[in-house]
């Protein structure tokens, strides 16, 4: 069955400072992972995937996750992070096979404050 | 610019009412999701379409129903309303490129149903 976990409900941490959102995943078959952000009021949008290829996602707003297959982890970072990096974090796995082609798997989300 | 719509953003009813949630998008996009969003379960599937007539039930599909009539449009429907409905819904939309659905899914901004 596939899941995803994210293990930290919030992480708080200062302008300016590197930060990471943790995930980790659980898939049958390769996995297809995807970083999705959530401001107050809105709609997900969509940061990074990874299919395959480099282990190294480069996506929005200077955002990059490591895709670590020993680890089963897709974790998110940012070198410098700002204030208005504030939001809700998803990461979710897709599934592709069968009758669930294309679902997607969320984890519960992450609340990220970033504090000037 | 292409979107994806949700109408209304934010409906009040009452317990028993049929309720339907209007989603539209103008990507042509084959693939439909809808989800709910509650605090400490993230977004959950409720139901999915991979195109016209075809419609799959998700993770929690019960009390809901969905209609695939065109490719533009999703609609909702809570068929007796209870309170446990009461969440926020999101609607997303992915296309199929190649035989393959890789891509990314795209959010509506969302509807805020709260059921007295």
């Known amino acids: 069955a596939q899941s995803v976990a994210q293990p930290e409900d919030q992480v708080n941490v200062a302008e300016g400072n590197p930060l990471t959102v943790k995930c980790t995943y659980s898939v049958s078959g390769n996995p297809y992972l995807f970083w999705y952000v959530q401001y107050p009021n809105r709609g997900l949008q969509f940061l990074l995937k990874y299919i395959t290829g480099d282990n190294l996602v480069k996506g929005s707003y200077g955002f990059e996750a490591e895709f670590n297959k020993s680890q089963t982890s897709f974790h998110l970072k940012k070198p410098s992070a700002l204030v208005s990096d504030s939001a809700l974090y998803f990461c979710a796995v897709r599934h592709d096979r069968g009758s669930t082609l294309g679902r997607l798997y969320f984890g519960r989300g992450t609340q990220l404050t970033v504090w000037p | 610019d292409a979107e994806i719509t949700q109408s209304p953003r934010h409906k009040i009813t009452e317990t028993g009412r049929q309720v339907t949630l209007a989603c539209h998008q103008t990507?042509?996009?084959?693939?439909m999701f809808w989800y709910r969003q509650d605090l400490g379960h993230g977004l959950r599937l409720i139901h999915y379409?991979?195109?016209?007539?075809?419609?799959n039930k998700g993770e929690v599909s019960d009390g809901y129903s969905v209609s695939r009539s065109n490719t533009e449009d999703l609609p909702l429907t809570l068929e007796s309303a209870a309170s446990s409905q009461t969440s926020v819904y999101f609607c997303?939309?992915?296309?199929?490129?190649?035989?393959?659905?890789?891509?990314?899914?795209?959010f509506g901004p969302g509807t805020r149903l709260t059921v007295l």
């Open positions: 379409s991979y195109g016209v007539h075809d419609t």
């Open positions: 997303a939309s992915s296309p199929t490129s190649g035989g393959r659905t890789y891509n990314e899914q795209f």
């Open positions: 990507w042509n996009h084959n693939n």
